[in-house]
C-alpha cells in the first residue's frame, strides 16, 4: 500500500486543520493505521492510531481532547482532524499503516509510510 498525507499548512494558535492520508495500491479496510509528527530536532512521535475494526488510541496528554482520528474506507482514506492548535504542535506529520499492529504507539511496528505534510501553527 502507498500512503500519500496532504492537508498541512500555516494555522494561527487556536485554529484547526485536518489531515488526510490516502491509500492505493491496496484497500485499507484491513490495516491498522496511525498519525505520527516530527518536530524539528526532536524525535517522531505518535499521535494516534486506529484499527481496520475502529479502535482508537491517542497519545497522553499532548493530543487528546484536542486531535480526533477517523477513518472513511470507501474513500481509502484516514483522516486527523486537529482543533485548539498550538504552536508546540509545529511538525511533520506522517500517516502510517500495517496490517494487525502488536503496539500501536511504535514506530517500528507501521511498514507502510506516508511522505508527510507540515503543519506550522504561529503565535
Known amino acids: 500500500v502507498q500512503l500519500q498525507a496532504s492537508g498541512g499548512g500555516l494555522v494561527q494558535a487556536g485554529g484547526s486543520l485536518r489531515l488526510s492520508c490516502l491509500a492505493s495500491?491496496?484497500?485499507?479496510?484491513?490495516?491498522?493505521m496511525g498519525w505520527f509528527r516530527q518536530a524539528p530536532g526532536k524525535e517522531r512521535e505518535f499521535i494516534a492510531s486506529i484499527r481496520w475494526s475502529g479502535g482508537r488510541a491517542y497519545a497522553e496528554d499532548s493530543v487528546r481532547g484536542r486531535f480526533t482520528i477517523s477513518r472513511d474506507n470507501a474513500k481509502n482514506t484516514m483522516y486527523l482532524q486537529m482543533n485548539s492548535l498550538e504552536p508546540e504542535d509545529t511538525a511533520v506529520y506522517y500517516c502510517a499503516a500495517d496490517l494487525r499492529v502488536g503496539v500501536p504507539w511504535a514506530i517500528n511496528e507501521y511498514d507502510y509510510w506516508g511522505q508527510g505534510t507540515l503543519v506550522t501553527v504561529s503565535s
Open positions: 495500491g491496496s484497500t485499507i479496510s484491513s490495516y491498522d
